[in-house]
């Protein structure tokens, strides 16, 4: 399968905590994308790094991408309980239109 | 902002039953996808489209079939639905990027299916 991999499968932290999730894949990659999904909602996009990058911020958010290591992470900075969700990396894989998900990463930020 | 509009949030359907899952957007988007989403899973790519009355097939597009009439509305459609189609099924769009490959996707708030 072409689908991404992300570990852990879920994660537990208290609020102000920093939450770090991270993503593999086994194709070549032009970007690679970050989404957040509250449960029972579609799916938000929160960033993109494109393969050229290393690192990229978004206000609590800094994303990192290691191509030669088919793998990216995501680092929440001081988490909220709002921050409760699945995260999702994606990545075109084959044709330009056609993006892969990886399995998630759901996190849980308590009180 | 752009939206993206599945007809049902919910939706009990029978074995063999011919089901419509409809889905439109309000931003001129030339790409629209059909997921599903499993537990353990992740997301799966069932058909996508990237013109009128164009269509694509993704990972799992076995029992299910797709119909792009408008450029705003796509629909995916269970032409005798199963058992194993009970699922939650999401609807995206976006622009169509050949050059960068750097259009984020916009998905509605998805459609849970259950087919009994």
């Known amino acids: 399968s072409q689908q991404g991999e992300e570990d852990p499968q879920a994660l537990s932290i208290q609020e102000g905590e920093n939450a770090t999730m991270n993503c593999s894949y086994k194709?070549?990659?032009?970007?690679l994308q970050w989404y957040r999904q509250n449960s029972g909602r579609g799916l938000v996009h929160l960033i993109l790094?494109?393969?050229?990058?290393r690192e990229k911020h978004s206000g609590r958010l800094r994303v990192t991408l290691d191509t030669s290591k088919k793998s990216s992470s995501l680092l929440i900075t001081a988490s909220r309980a709002a921050d409760t969700a699945s995260y999702f990396c994606?990545?075109?894989?084959?044709?330009?239109?056609?993006?892969?998900f990886g399995t998630g990463t759901r996190l849980q930020v308590t009180l | 902002d752009v939206k993206v509009t599945q007809s049902s949030r919910y939706l009990v359907k029978r074995t063999g039953e011919k089901v419509f899952l409809e889905c439109v957007q309000d931003?001129?988007?030339?790409?629209m996808f059909w997921y599903r989403q499993d537990p353990g899973l992740g997301l799966r790519l069932i058909y996508f489209?990237?013109?009128?009355?164009?269509?694509e097939k993704g990972d799992i597009p076995e029992g299910y079939s797709v119909s792009r009439e408008k450029k705003e509305r796509f629909s995916l459609i269970l032409e005798s639905a199963s058992t194993n189609q009970t699922s939650m099924y999401l609807c995206?769009?976006?622009?169509?990027?050949?050059?960068?490959?750097?259009?984020?996707?916009?998905f509605g708030n998805g459609t849970r299916l259950t087919v009994t």
């Open positions: 995206a769009s976006s622009f169509l990027d050949w050059s960068s490959y750097n259009s984020p996707l916009h």
């Open positions: 194709t070549s990659i032009n970007n």
């Open positions: 790094i494109r393969s050229n990058e």
């Open positions: 994606a990545f075109f894989t084959g044709t330009a239109s056609k993006l892969t």
């Open positions: 931003m001129d988007h030339e790409n």
């Open positions: 489209s990237y013109d009128v009355k164009m269509k």
